[in-house]
């Protein structure tokens, strides 16, 4: 049953905690990446991995930190440098289906709540 | 990347088609145009994508005119269950980098 986890759904932390949550994907995709949503809004790129040991930062990296040490996952840590980590976060996977055309794939979310 | 422009929000009713447009006045010759539907509290899910004229699926049609500096995604006949946020995608092939804007907020009243 190929797809992509995130784990846990739920998520509750003190302020001031580090916190990692988890992405992982069996379709064999080169590409993962990790969002941000606050309510209401898009989603907000955080980072994004196009192959093993490779990320670049998104539009939102600071406060945030990633590792691809495997192509199947892809974990995100929420620092205490982060001063709003509150949110959904969203993992996602693509890959290119060949003449341009690429679809990605999104977990379902995990809602991180700091008090 | 190309910037999106879309519509806020929108209302329809059921069983009315709907056109939803992006401006995307800077793409470039190798970029894809793609579309995504979000439901609350779930990821986005993939609908279509084109590069240029139209491009039909199972639900939706794409409709992308010669200059592709916009382009169209057309559902029809929506029920109650196509209220979602839709998004506008503009990537290159070999570009991993996928951003997403704000999308448009459907509403599909009775």
């Known amino acids: 049953d190929g797809g992509i986890t995130q784990s846990p759904k739920y998520l509750f932390r003190k302020e001031g905690q580090n916190v990692t949550l988890s992405c992982e994907q069996n379709?064999?995709?080169?590409?993962m990446y990790w969002y941000r949503q606050d309510p209401g809004q898009g989603l907000r790129l955080i980072y994004y991995?196009?192959?093993?040991?490779?990320?670049q930062k998104g539009d939102i990296a600071e406060g945030y930190s990633v590792s691809r040490e495997k192509k199947e996952s892809f974990p995100l840590t929420v620092t205490s440098a982060q001063k709003n980590p509150t949110a959904f976060y969203l993992c996602?996977?693509?890959?290119?289906?060949?003449?341009?055309?690429?679809?990605?794939?999104f977990g379902q979310g995990t809602r991180l709540t700091v008090v | 990347l190309a910037k999106t422009t879309q519509p806020i929000s929108m209302d329809s009713y059921e069983g009315q088609e709907v056109n939803i447009t992006c401006s995307h006045n800077?793409?470039?010759?190798?970029?894809?145009i793609t579309w995504y539907q979000q439901f609350p509290s779930q990821g986005p899910r993939f609908i279509i994508q084109?590069?240029?004229t139209k491009v039909t699926n199972e639900v939706a049609s794409l409709f992308i005119p010669a200059d592709r500096k916009s382009s169209t995604l057309s559902l029809p006949r929506v029920s109650l269950s196509d209220t979602a946020v839709y998004y506008c995608?503009?990537?290159?092939?070999?570009?991993?980098?996928?951003?997403f804007g704000a999308g448009t907020r459907l509403t599909v009243k009775p």
């Open positions: 996602a996977s693509s890959i290119d289906e060949g003449q341009g055309a690429r679809e990605a794939f």
């Open positions: 379709l064999n995709h080169d590409a």
């Open positions: 991995s196009q192959i093993v040991n490779d990320f």
């Open positions: 800077n793409i470039a010759t190798n970029d894809y």
């Open positions: 084109g590069y240029k």
């Open positions: 995608l503009v990537g290159e092939a070999n570009n991993n980098d996928m951003r």
